[in-house]
Structure formats: C-alpha cells, structure tokens
C-alpha cells in the first residue's frame, strides 16, 4: 500500500471513529451512521422544545453561521468564538460531536476581506484564519467543511471554478493550500470539500459533478489531505434525482480513498403541491432516492440536514411558495413532529 493511501486511510478512520460516538440519550438507540443538524445560536438559547429535538435526534450538529467568517472575523486582528464555543458545549454536554462550517468560503465574508489584494496578503490571511479556527477546536472537531462551493455556478471547460477572492489572489492553488493548512492544525480532522447542485438529473448538475471530481483528483494527485466530499443536498424537489450518475460519481471518489457525507439536506418544497401530505411524500421520495444512490457506492460517513424543524429554516428566505403556505424543507415540522423524511433519515442511518 502506498504511505499516501495508508496515511489517507488511518487518518480517515480516526475521522470516521470519532464521528462514530453515540449520542447520550439513552431513549434513541444509536445510529449506524451518525445523524446531524445544522443549528441557529439564537434559537439554541431561546427555544427549549429546539434543544429537545436536537439532543433527541443528533449525534451530531453543526453551526448553521456561527464559525462564518461574518461571525468568527469581526475585525482582521480580532476572533469571535462565542457562537462556536456556545455550540461545542451544548454538543458534549448531550454526547454529540460538532462539525466545523466552513473555512474558505465566497460568501458571508466581512467587509474588511474586500482589502486583501495579492497572492501573499491573500494567503497570510487564509493561513492565519485556518491555523487558528482548526487550532481552537483541535480534538474535538472531527470534521470541517475547509472549502465550500469552489465550483462556478455552471462550469464550462477551463472556467470550472467559481470566482472569489481566493482565486483572484492565489489561483487555483487555494484549494490545496486550504487542505494543507486545515491538516497542518489538526491532523486527525476529516477534511471535506462541500458542494451544491450535485444530485440532479440534466447537463448542469452533470457538469459539476464533473468540475468537482477534476478538483478532487488534482488534489489527490498532489498528496493533498483531502478526505471526503460533502454533498450539500439542497434539493428542489422538482428535480429527479439522478441515481445513475450519483452512484458513479460516488464510486469514483471511493476509487480515489475520498468518503462522502450529506452536509445539508433539505427539500426546497416551492413548487411542490400544496397539499401537505402529498408534498411530504414527493420529498420523502427524493431524498430516499438521493441516499439510495450514494449508499449503493459508499457508505456516507454521516448525513446532516440544514435544521431539523421548519421553524427554522433558511428556505423561505428565497424560495417562498406562490400558495403563501409555510416551506416543509426538514425531518420535524414547526411544532416537532416527525415528518416521512426523518423516516427515511432513520432507516438510511439504520437506525436500530
Ligand atoms: O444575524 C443577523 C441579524 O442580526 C440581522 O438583523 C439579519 C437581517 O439582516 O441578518 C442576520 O444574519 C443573517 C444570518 O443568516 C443569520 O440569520 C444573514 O443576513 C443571512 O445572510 C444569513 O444567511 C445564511 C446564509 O448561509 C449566509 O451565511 C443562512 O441562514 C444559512 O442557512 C445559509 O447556509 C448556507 C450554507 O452556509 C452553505 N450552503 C448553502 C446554505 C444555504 O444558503
């Protein structure tokens, strides 16, 4: 075995193991795959029946914006980990792990980014944010999104990554230097590259599955520590799945030692049917369909969804239904009760 791969692979089962750890609580028999859910500080405060769900459901949460820049980056000279910190706690106080969202992102970015201009200052700046974010949770952190949403919006040929101040500065080689830095702080993390729009069926879904994989095989090819990729799973429910094209996808990552997870599943219900049952039944289907078509490559290292109850959603943020009802895009609804699409969670994470 080559040490790369041997390497790859202790490192990515010391990851796997530590997300491993069942929750707590007693009354939910332990996952098979760790199930998560991404988490808003302000309700984790305000709302007990939130911090009931979450600490009955998760094995696992991750900050919805709490480790953002915009929240983290005040200032260049300053950190803010009181939204992470908040949120560790609430994890290992209920036996949870927390997940790291995101280092490197085009998005959510404070106005004083807007001036680091050049390759260096650019990469000053990357390093010290990414040595000292991973360095402040080294341990306790199995998993970051280290770099979410490279990939331009519709790739074509050689403009397959979406522009940002990194690749402005740097080139392409921010993507490398980010997994470097992120392994350099903690070299027992799982490293993951986090995308959207991967999971349909048509020729743009097709194009950034295949932006994507051009990417991770160049990292792989430079021995960068990269060891999964996290499907966002933003899915509009009324796009087929592609089952066919996710499962080689998958398989192909599998052949290059990189794992996947599902990072932030829900169902963006807009032009789905009013009728609530039915809607919930076309997006129950959806993600079975999604989660079939990966498992049948590789087993996801875990699945998370972007909230777990429609009271907290960002999906009616842009996407609000012309029949003014409420979005249905989680596993809970507003008041807490189980959905089709915690089923189906439950069975894809084999719940016992
Ligand atoms: O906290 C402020 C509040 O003080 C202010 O009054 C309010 C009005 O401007 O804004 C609040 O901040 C908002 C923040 O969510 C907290 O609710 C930001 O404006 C808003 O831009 C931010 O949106 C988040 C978005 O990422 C950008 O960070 C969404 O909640 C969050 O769900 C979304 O998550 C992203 C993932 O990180 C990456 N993948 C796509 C996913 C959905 O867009």
Redesign the pocket.
């Known amino acids: 075995m080559r040490r790369r791969d041997f390497v790859q692979g202790s490192l990515a089962v010391a990851a796997h193991a530590a997300l491993q750890m069942p929750a707590a609580n007693a009354a939910a028999p332990p996952r098979q795959i760790p199930y998560g859910s991404?988490v808003?500080g302000?309700a984790l405060v305000d709302d007990p029946a939130y911090r009931t769900a979450l600490a009955d459901y998760c094995q696992l949460v991750v900050p919805?914006?709490g480790l953002?820049w915009?929240t983290v980056r005040p200032s260049e000279d300053r950190f803010d980990f009181y939204e992470g910190d908040k949120l560790l706690a609430f994890a290992e106080q209920n036996g949870m792990k927390m997940r790291g969202?995101?280092l490197i992102?085009y998005?959510?970015m404070p106005d004083w980014t807007s001036s680091i201009r050049g390759g260096k200052a650019a990469e000053k700046a990357l390093t010290k944010h990414i040595r000292t974010v991973v360095g402040q949770y080294k341990g306790r952190v199995p998993s970051w999104d280290v770099i979410?949403?490279a990939i331009a919006e519709d790739p074509r040929g050689s403009d397959y990554l979406r522009p940002n101040l990194w690749l402005e500065n740097m080139g392409k080689g921010y993507i490398e230097s980010a997994f470097r830095q992120a392994a350099e702080a903690d070299p027992k993390v799982q490293l993951v590259i986090?995308e959207?729009d991967i999971e349909c069926v048509g020729e743009q879904f097709k194009n950034r599955r295949n932006a994507l994989l051009r990417v991770v095989r160049d990292l792989r090819d430079r021995d960068a520590p990269i060891h999964a990729v996290g499907f966002?799973g933003?899915l509009k429910g009324e796009h087929e799945i592609d089952k066919e094209g996710v499962s080689s996808f998958v398989a192909e990552l599998k052949a290059m030692n990189v794992d996947v997870l599902v990072t932030?599943l829900d169902v963006i219900d807009k032009f789905l049917p009013s009728d609530e049952k039915q809607r919930d039944d076309v997006i129950a289907g959806r993600v079975t369909d999604l989660l079939q078509a990966i498992s049948d490559a590789n087993r996801p290292t875990a699945i998370l969804t972007?909230?777990i109850s429609d009271r907290y959603?960002?999906v009616p943020?842009?996407f609000t239904r012309d029949d003014g009802s409420p979005n249905r895009p989680l596993p809970l609804d507003r008041d807490y009760k189980v959905k089709p699409l915690m089923k189906v969670i439950d069975r894809f994470t084999a719940r016992v």
């Open positions: 991404a808003r302000d919805e914006g953002k915009d969202h995101t992102w998005a959510a979410n949403e986090n959207y966002q933003h932030e972007w909230g959603t960002w943020m842009y």
